[in-house]
């Protein structure tokens, strides 16, 4: 897998080698976008797209595509929160993590889904049944994990809330549904996981958009706007907070 810079853009696209025929993507494959991505500090604030295993174009201008390979930080005991970890990316990043050795704190609102993913993977993942929504809820994992594993290396915001529904049929509650799930979330997240890391010099926030966020569609306005403030978001707080934060966009 290679990690393709275009020289003049902001946009970094994730290729998979050799193409795939366009599909929709697996769990597993946009998991180790996320897992590729963390802590890699030449990655902050861009936003990342994954190509081969996605409808996705090549990159926003398609031009100057320069090809670098992609290198694993030492993930060795550091500490990880992931939010939707029971779903399906969520479950398959805290595998990767895991597997790489890192320790994880898992948070969803799916105490089954939880247990099941913990109870396969030993004492390296833990979880938290909480709402993400919740800035106090958030703000205990983010003390939880620092306590649990000494260190908050990475916090990767991935819960998100899809639907599609026409614009013009579009109630206000399914609009801010979706705000609510996609956007204040990875604020809420991003948040409290500098308020660690900052104070301890350094740390990885991986902010889960779509490509949704770049494209247009009649009927997903509100998950796509949702998804485009998530890259933005990103972008800012990248500017303010250094090398915390980038974006990946499968
Ligand atoms: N699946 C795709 O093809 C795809 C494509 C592009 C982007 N994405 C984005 O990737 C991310 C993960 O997608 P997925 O398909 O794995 O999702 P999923 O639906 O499989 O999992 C989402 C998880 O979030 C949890 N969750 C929802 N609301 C919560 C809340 N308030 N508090 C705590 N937990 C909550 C759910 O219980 C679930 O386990 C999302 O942000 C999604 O928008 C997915």
Not at 12 to 39: C, D, N, Q, T, W
Not at 223 to 240: D, E, F, I, P, Q
Request: charged share 15%.
């Amino acid at each position: 897998m290679t990690l393709s810079l275009p020289e003049k853009s902001r946009e970094v696209v994730f290729a998979m080698k050799p193409p795939f025929p366009p599909r929709p993507g697996h769990p597993s494959e946009y998991a180790e976008l996320v897992v590729a991505i963390v802590l890699n500090p030449m990655l902050n604030g861009t936003t990342l797209r994954l190509d081969g295993a996605l409808r996705a174009p090549r990159s926003i201008d398609g031009t100057n595509m320069n090809e670098q390979s992609t290198t694993y930080a030492d993930l060795a005991d550091k500490g990880f929160v992931v939010t939707g970890a029971a779903g399906g990316i969520g479950s398959a990043a805290v595998r990767q993590l895991v597997g790489q050795g890192a320790k994880v704190l898992c948070l969803d609102r799916d105490a089954v889904g939880l247990d099941k993913l913990t109870d396969a993977l030993g004492a390296n993942a833990r979880s938290m049944v909480i709402d993400v929504t919740d800035p106090a809820q958030i703000a205990e994992a983010a003390q939880t994990a620092l306590a649990a594993f000494g260190n908050l290396g990475g916090w990767i915001n991935n819960v998100g809330y899809f639907s599609e529904v026409r614009t013009l049929d579009l109630a206000l509650d399914e609009w801010r549904k979706a705000i609510t799930l996609n956007l204040d979330s990875a604020f809420i997240g991003s948040q409290a996981a500098a308020r660690v890391m900052i104070p301890n010099g350094c740390g990885c926030i991986v902010n889960v958009s779509s490509n949704a966020g770049v494209r247009t569609s009649p009927r997903n306005a509100h998950y796509s706007a949702a998804k485009a403030g998530v890259a933005h978001l990103t972008r800012c707080l990248a500017a303010g907070w250094g090398r915390t934060a980038p974006a990946s966009t499968p």
